[in-house]
């Protein structure tokens, strides 16, 4: 179905300022957003209007009691077009995570046809640089302005993007967290939801303190097995093969993650998803078959973890390995989302030419 989408175009761009060499990474916003609001029925009054600052009651709900929900995807510059990255996917995550906080879910043609709009309007935002990409934001959260525990009535979903630069990933050193957990049994591991990053700041701080670069969580309950690392996916080469935790409640089931999956079995390798536990690795470690380590997510894409420290201990895994596999699966993805390997899953979806101007 086509929805009515209001165009309120700005009058005072700000992309005569963009420097495309000289981004950063979230710190610059794009000429607009796109803006839905859910009025206990429907979504309603859909509209691109200009980015800009949004007035909230202090009683709004989402601020008090957490009913908020995010996405985080990307669109790339590859031959004079642009391109979102499996965007479908995000469409289908938004959701698993507003049903678990009791939040109404989005239509996917309110949410394509939002983003495709907002990306078109903004394409000239869309950096060409090596390795910069446009980075989206989709998020929704609970409006009524009412004191008490119960689901909102109302919310607003926004679109927003920043454009951002290559992402200089130096190899991380991670902390096998023991003690803090980021989900729990039954919890909301699996939803991209606020209160999971909130809660998990403080063991990441403490980690960072002891000179690591970011936690390595391990299962809620007995804390022997790996689940992921800070707001990324894990994968470990173990001697031919490569084996990535198997997703649960707990875990955050990442695109890329999927993805590289995916990259992994079309590059010949077999992946397999299954309990990864903190003694295995060391196990291999010591018998030299652990070989790489790395991190998937969608801002840096892939990361190399340099080892890990566990007990007072640190399992340095680059000094005995490699990053041979990582890398290669690094340049496929990356091929695939500049244009520059063949699009073998048809991840690629072109965003059409109506409302922005040529980029
Ligand atoms: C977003 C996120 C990921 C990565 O998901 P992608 O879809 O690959 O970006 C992994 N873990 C957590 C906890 C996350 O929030």
Redesign the pocket.
């Known amino acids: 179905m086509a929805h009515k989408i209001n165009i309120y175009k700005t009058q005072n761009s700000r992309l005569a300022e963009f420097d495309p060499h000289n981004i950063g990474f979230g710190k610059i916003f794009t000429d607009h957003m796109f803006v839905a609001d859910y009025d206990g029925k429907n979504w309603t009054d859909l509209r691109i209007e200009p980015y800009s600052q949004i007035q909230l009651s202090p009683a709004t709900s989402a601020l008090h009691y957490g009913q908020a929900i995010f996405?985080?995807?990307k669109a790339f510059s590859a031959s004079g077009e642009v391109w979102l990255f499996r965007p479908k996917?995000?469409w289908k995550?938004l959701n698993t995570s507003a049903k678990r906080m009791v939040m109404p879910e989005l239509p996917e043609d309110i949410f394509m046809q939002g983003l495709t709009a907002l990306v078109d309007i903004d394409r000239q935002w869309v950096p060409g640089t090596d390795g910069s990409s446009l980075y989206i934001r989709p998020f929704m959260f609970a409006t009524d302005e009412h004191v008490g525990v119960r689901p909102s009535e109302k919310y607003k979903f926004i679109i927003f993007c920043c454009p951002v630069g290559p992402y200089y990933n130096n190899p991380l050193r991670v902390k096998v967290e023991e003690h803090y957990s980021?989900s729990a049994p039954g919890g909301t591991?699996f939803a991209?939801c606020s209160g999971?990053?909130g809660g998990?700041l403080f063991a990441t701080k403490k980690a960072q303190e002891e000179g690591f670069d970011q936690v390595l969580?391990t299962d809620p309950v007995t804390h022997e097995f790996v689940e992921?690392?800070?707001?990324?996916?894990f994968f470990a080469v173990i001697g031919k093969n490569i084996v990535t935790p198997d997703l649960s409640e707990n875990?955050?089931?990442?695109?890329?993650?999927?993805?590289a999956i995916k990259l992994l079995n079309h590059m010949g390798y077999e992946v397999e998803e299954r309990p990864l536990s903190i003694l295995e690795l060391k196990k291999e470690f010591h018998n030299g078959n652990l070989k790489e380590l790395f991190?998937?997510?969608?801002?840096a894409t892939l990361i190399n973890l340099v080892g890990f420290g566990h007990n007072h201990h640190f399992f340095d895994v680059m000094a005995q390995g490699d990053t041979s596999i990582s890398s290669s699966l690094k340049s496929l993805l990356d091929g695939i989302r500049y244009g520059q390997s063949e699009d073998v899953f048809g991840w690629m979806q072109k965003v059409e030419q109506e409302l922005g101007e040529p980029a």
């Open positions: 996405e985080g995807m996917e995000n995550r980021r591991g991209k999971n990053y998990s969580w992921e690392t800070g707001t990324t996916n875990l955050l089931a990442g695109i890329t993650r999927d993805s991190i998937t997510g969608t801002a």
